[in-house]
């Protein structure tokens, strides 16, 4: 202390200390009132003009409300104030809004939920909706926020009802497909022994042109036998499927080119393959998979010995294989039409075939939940085919 100051003087020197202490309090306080009403506004704002619904219940009612709200209800905002707010919920969802809101409040699960909201005009509109919880006016409450989804959900109704009706339109497509082929073959197999009988027996002793239409006679009639036989096949696939089981590809690709022995064999052909995974898959459709690739493969060859080689590479729970070949390759404006039905690019006496033969290809890796495509870079083509390891099977 000061011993030369009087004690008047050392009176004046406290206040005035405490007073630009008080000063500067004063400041710190205006500009506390300044955030303070900063975000009072911003707040506000948020509240009163956000396109979501955003309101404060209390007790179980709602004690302020926005605009959007009133607007999303159809209620105005003083009738919604004190109103009860699961009286907004269709009654069938009240149990499910009450379980979802406890559990967003305790913080044991954050994504929103959607419910039924009954408007003032008696309409049902579905909406989503996220709580916190707050305090208002110094006791415990709830800040809710709810957006209109009807018409995402009436999109994802319609959507599903579309795929619904595609099933059902697919698999009586599949059952057609089955039912003619199936029914098919009994009188074809007539018609197509009778012409044989009739080619073998009256050979020579008719003329010449009846030997001509006889002979194709019992070439329509197994052409035809042969498009029936791939078409009951390819509708067999979705219907007649085998549940998946652990299959080795490895195993699956000899099996493939032990069925296509005397195909390897008459063309020399060179098949290969990388070590190929286990995966689950119906064993049966693989087979056919890599055996119409690989027959296609030694099929469409040029002058020189086929040479096909296998590979597979793992990303994640996918297998994409590979089957590439040195063949004649293929125009890549065909490299979508060749998996349709039917669908061939060259003539009979060119290559023989019905051009079911990678539609099928299509369907079975499809089921497996994969995805096939073709890519023929100057010389050869390589076929790419998807497979899910733990098996994915589509509907
Ligand atoms: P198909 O073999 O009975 O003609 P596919 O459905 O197996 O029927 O094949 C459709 C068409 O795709 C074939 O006619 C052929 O033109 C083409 N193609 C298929 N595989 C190959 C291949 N490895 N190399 C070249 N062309 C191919």
Same mark, same amino acid.
């Given at each position: 202390?000061?011993?030369?100051?009087t004690? *008047?003087?050392?009176?004046?020197?406290?206040?005035?200390?405490?007073? $630009?202490?008080?000063?500067?309090?004063?400041?710190?306080?205006?500009?506390?009132? %300044?955030?303070?009403?900063?975000s009072?506004?911003?707040?506000?704002?948020?509240?009163?003009?956000?396109?979501?619904?955003?309101?404060?219940?209390?007790?179980?009612?709602? %004690?302020?409300?926005?605009?959007?709200?009133?607007?999303?209800?159809?209620?105005?905002?003083?009738?919604?104030?004190?109103?009860?707010?699961l009286?907004?919920?269709?009654?069938?969802?009240?149990?499910?809004?009450?379980?979802?809101?406890?559990?967003?409040?305790?913080?044991?699960?954050? $994504?929103?939920?959607?419910?039924?909201?009954?408007?003032?005009?008696?309409?049902?509109k579905?909406?989503? *909706?996220?709580?916190?919880?707050? &305090?208002?006016?110094?006791? %415990?409450?709830?800040?809710?926020?709810?957006?209109?989804?009807?018409?995402?959900?009436?999109a994802?109704?319609?959507?599903?009802?579309?795929?619904?009706?595609?099933?059902?339109?697919?698999?009586?497509?599949e059952?057609?497909?089955?039912?003619?082929?199936?029914?098919?073959?009994?009188?074809? %197999?007539?018609?197509?022994?009778?012409?044989?009988?009739?080619?073998?027996?009256?050979?020579?002793?008719?003329? !010449?042109?009846?030997?001509? &239409?006889?002979?194709?006679?019992?070439?329509?009639?197994?052409?035809?036998?042969a498009?029936?036989?791939?078409?009951?096949?390819?509708?067999? #696939?979705?219907?007649?499927?085998?549940?998946?089981?652990l299959?080795?590809?490895?195993?699956?690709?000899?099996?493939?080119?032990?069925?296509?022995?005397?195909?390897?064999?008459?063309?020399?052909?060179?098949?290969?393959?990388?070590?190929?995974?286990?995966?689950?898959?119906?064993?049966?459709q693989?087979?056919?998979?890599?055996q119409?690739?690989?027959?296609?493969?030694?099929? &469409?060859?040029?002058?020189?010995?086929?040479?096909?080689?296998? $590979? !597979?590479?793992?990303?994640?729970?996918?297998?994409?294989?590979?089957?590439?070949?040195?063949?004649?390759?293929?125009?890549?404006?065909?490299?979508?039409?060749? &998996?349709?039905?039917?669908?061939?690019?060259?003539?009979r006496?060119?290559?023989?075939?019905?051009?079911?033969?990678?539609?099928?290809?299509?369907?079975?890796?499809?089921?497996?939940?994969?995805?096939? $495509? #073709?890519?023929?870079?100057?010389?050869?083509?390589?076929?790419?085919?998807?497979?899910?390891?733990?098996?994915?099977?589509?509907?």
């Open positions: 202390m000061d011993i030369s100051k004690s *008047e003087q050392l009176i004046i020197d406290e206040f005035m200390s405490k007073l $630009s202490g008080m000063r500067q309090r004063i400041a710190e306080l205006e500009v506390l009132e %300044r955030e303070l009403k900063q009072e506004e911003l707040f506000r704002v948020l509240f009163y003009s956000s396109p979501i619904g955003i309101y404060i219940i209390q007790d179980g009612h709602f %004690r302020l409300v926005s605009h959007q709200l009133a607007s999303i209800s159809g209620y105005d905002e003083d009738e919604l104030i004190g109103m009860p707010s009286s907004l919920v269709l009654t069938e969802d009240r149990n499910a809004v009450r379980t979802n809101a406890v559990k967003m409040l305790k913080g044991e699960h954050s $994504s929103a939920y959607e419910f039924r909201m009954v408007t003032k005009r008696a309409e049902i579905w909406v989503m *909706e996220t709580v916190a919880p707050i &305090f208002y006016q110094g006791k %415990r409450a709830t800040l809710g926020n709810l957006t209109n989804v009807t018409e995402r959900k009436q994802e109704e319609k959507l599903k009802q579309l795929t619904a009706e595609m099933q059902r339109s697919n698999t009586e497509l059952q057609f497909a089955y039912v003619i082929s199936h029914d098919l073959q009994e009188p074809l %197999r007539m018609v197509s022994s009778y012409t044989q009988l009739l080619a073998k027996r009256y050979q020579s002793q008719l003329d !010449a042109d009846a030997d001509e &239409f006889i002979a194709y006679a019992v070439d329509g009639a197994k052409r035809m036998q498009l029936l036989y791939d078409l009951l096949e390819y509708s067999r #696939v979705g219907t007649r499927g085998k549940p998946f089981s299959a080795n590809c490895e195993d699956i690709v000899e099996q493939a080119m032990a069925n296509l022995k005397i195909a390897i064999e008459e063309s020399g052909a060179l098949v290969s393959h990388n070590t190929l995974p286990t995966i689950m898959a119906d064993e049966g693989l087979v056919r998979l890599f119409n690739l690989i027959s296609n493969a030694i099929k &469409f060859r040029r002058q020189e010995p086929p040479c096909v080689h296998i $590979s !597979a590479q793992r990303r994640h729970n996918v297998v994409t294989f590979s089957v590439r070949d040195n063949g004649i390759g293929i125009d890549p404006q065909h490299s979508q039409s060749i &998996f349709q039905i039917f669908r061939r690019l060259h003539t006496e060119e290559y023989p075939g019905t051009g079911m033969g990678l539609a099928i290809c299509k369907k079975i890796v499809e089921r497996h939940g994969g995805h096939i $495509s #073709v890519q023929s870079p100057g010389e050869g083509s390589t076929f790419y085919f998807t497979i899910q390891v733990t098996g994915g099977e589509s509907a």
